[in-house]
């Protein structure tokens, strides 16, 4: 793992789209996995800017979006379709048929999800996967004990994230009980994973994720096994790490060919 610690969200949120317009800009059709939420706002912004104002090309991108809820339809406000098309991909030139995001209203979901994997793998894999934190460690919606070896399925949300997510629905009442998600070993054959989270509610499931023990019950945790993952926090969300110090020094010595 490599840590990263910036002094606030919007200064890692920058630096996160470096790291995204460096692959878009290496890779003859970078294949990126893409997160929602509150989390990657900010990247998305920085992204649509420098698609504005610097001509990052998006038009050889195809996506993949972690997950979707059960039962939406797309144009649902608080539906991963209309927050990716609102927050992103209307803004700048990605091709319509290179977007894909898991289908909530799919008849049979396991043969879809297989579908799903089999898409991503026909892609030539993930070259990225942008993921965000929840409070009790899951990425995705890969909720604790989530088995470390899953693929893309459906998962049934646990009484936490439905409440974490009752804003985006008016009131946990109105908050799905499933969603189709990637599943951790999905996520784990991505070529870069970027984690960001920020905020002192973060702080303890970063924690956990980064020096405590590889578990199911953390599935985040997962990610220490990953050759590549980059953990990128604010100061706040690092606030509960024991070698802070370490982890900035790292950063801030780091050989020039490695910056970026």
């Known amino acids: 793992m490599e840590i990263i610690i910036q002094p606030d969200s919007e200064k890692a949120s920058l630096l996160a789209a470096r790291i995204v317009k460096k692959i878009i800009q290496e890779k003859p059709q970078p294949v990126i996995g893409f997160a929602t939420g509150n989390t990657p706002l900010l990247l998305y912004k920085n992204l649509v800017r420098m698609h504005r104002e610097e001509g990052l090309d998006f038009s050889r991108v195809v996506a993949f979006n972690l997950d979707e809820y059960v039962g939406l339809q797309p144009d649902h406000p608080a539906s991963f379709h209309y927050y990716m098309w609102k927050n992103l ?29 089999q898409e991503i793998k026909a892609a030539g894999g993930l070259d990225l996967q942008i993921l965000g934190l929840g409070t009790d ?6 909720e604790p ?14 009484d936490q994230t439905r409440k974490d997510n009752a804003v ?15 599943g951790i070993g999905t996520i784990l054959e991505a070529r870069t994973c970027l984690l960001m989270a920020f905020g002192k509610k973060k702080a303890r499931a970063i924690a956990l994720a980064v020096e405590g023990p590889v578990t199911s019950m953390v599935p985040a ?7 590549k993952a980059i953990i990128l926090l604010d100061r706040d969300a690092a606030s509960e790490l024991k070698h802070v110090d370490y982890y900035q020094w790292v950063y801030e010595h780091k050989p020039e060919w490695q910056k970026i």
Do not use: W
């Open 89 to 117: 991909f209307s803004q700048v030139n990605i091709k319509p048929e290179n977007v894909h995001i898991p289908n909530g209203l799919a008849e049979d979901i396991p043969a879809y999800c297989e579908q799903y994997e």
């Open 137 to 142: 460690g899951h990425i995705g919606f890969n």
């Open 145 to 158: 004990s989530s088995s470390l070896a899953s693929r893309t399925r459906i998962k049934t949300l646990t």
């Open 168 to 182: 985006f629905f008016g009131g946990e009442e109105n908050v799905p009980f499933h969603a189709i998600t990637m």
């Open 221 to 227: 945790s997962a990610l220490q096994l990953h050759p």
